[in-house]
C-alpha cells in the first residue's frame, strides 16, 4: 500500500521569505502522480502544483515548486515571496496511474504553514 | 470559474439515522469522488464514480455507504445507519476526464457530526 508521509506538522515564514515543506512517499509503481494542495480556512481542498512520475523536471507554477527526486522519494514544495494568503494546511497526495483514469489519492496528513507579516 | 458545491455545510445527527450528502459536481466533468477527513487525521478517499457506477472503492466504504446521481447533476453520499465514527469531514470531488492532465476540483465539504 502506497503511503505519504509529511514530517513537519507545522512550519512558519515570514512574509516575502522562502519556505519548503517536506513530503515523502513509499509505492512500488513506476508511474504515479504527486500534488499538493492547499486547504485554507475556507475548507477547499485547492490544487496548487502536480507532478508526474515521468517526468524528469519538476513542476513550477508561478511561485510554488517542486523538488522531485524519483529515486529517493521525495516530492518537496518551495514557496517563494511568501504572502499572508499562503497561510493554510499544505498536502502531499500520491496517486497511483490508473488505466481507468480516476484518480484515487492517499493524502499525507498535512502540513500547518503560518505566515508571519 | 466554476465551482464543487457542497450541502449542507454541517449537518449533526443522531447515531443510527441516516444522512445523505449532497454535491453539485461542475457540469461538464465526468469522474466524481467522495474523500473524508475526521478531525486531525489524513484526508481518505472512500469511492470514486463514472458512467453511473462505483469504478473504485475503499475499505472505509462499506455497506453502510452508498453513492448516487440521481438526476445528472447531483451526487449524493448516502450513511444509512450512522456510527460515531463517521463524524468527520466529507469532501466532494469532481474531474473533466480521467487524465493525468485533469485535475480534482474539490468542494468546501460536509462536516458531519453524529452524537
Known amino acids: 500500500a502506497q503511503t505519504v508521509t509529511q514530517s513537519q506538522p507545522e512550519m512558519s515564514v515570514q512574509e516575502a521569505e522562502t519556505v519548503t515543506l517536506s513530503c515523502t512517499y513509499d509505492?512500488?509503481?513506476?508511474?504515479?502522480?504527486l500534488f499538493w494542495y492547499k486547504q485554507p480556512p475556507s475548507r477547499q481542498m485547492i490544487l496548487v502544483i502536480r507532478?508526474?512520475?515521468?517526468?524528469?523536471q519538476n513542476a513550477t507554477e508561478n511561485r510554488f515548486s517542486v523538488n522531485f527526486q524519483k529515486a529517493a522519494k521525495s516530492f518537496s514544495l518551495k514557496i517563494s515571496d511568501s504572502q499572508l494568503g499562503d497561510a493554510a494546511m499544505y498536502f502531499c497526495a500520491y496517486s497511483p496511474y490508473s488505466g481507468a483514469g480516476s484518480y484515487q489519492l492517499t493524502f499525507g496528513k498535512g502540513t500547518k504553514l503560518s505566515v508571519i507579516p | 470559474e466554476p465551482e464543487v458545491t457542497q450541502t449542507p455545510s454541517h449537518q449533526v445527527t443522531q447515531m443510527g439515522q441516516e444522512v445523505i450528502l449532497r454535491c453539485v459536481p461542475i457540469?461538464?466533468?465526468?469522474?466524481f469522488y467522495w474523500y473524508r477527513q475526521i478531525l486531525g487525521q489524513k484526508v481518505e478517499f472512500l469511492v470514486s464514480?463514472?458512467?453511473?457506477?462505483?469504478?473504485?472503492k475503499s475499505e472505509i466504504f462499506d455497506d453502510q455507504f452508498s453513492v448516487e446521481r440521481p438526476d445528472g447533476s447531483n451526487f449524493t453520499l448516502k450513511i444509512r445507519s450512522t456510527k460515531l465514527e463517521d463524524s468527520a469531514m466529507y469532501f466532494c470531488?469532481?474531474?473533466?476526464?480521467?487524465?493525468?492532465?485533469?485535475?480534482?476540483?474539490f468542494g468546501n465539504g460536509t462536516r458531519l457530526t453524529v452524537t
Open positions: 457540469s461538464n466533468h465526468l469522474y
Open positions: 464514480f463514472y458512467n453511473n457506477e462505483i469504478s473504485e
Open positions: 509505492t512500488s509503481e513506476s508511474d504515479y502522480y
Open positions: 507532478q508526474e512520475a515521468y517526468k524528469q
Open positions: 470531488a469532481s474531474q473533466s476526464q480521467g487524465l493525468g492532465n485533469s485535475p480534482l476540483h
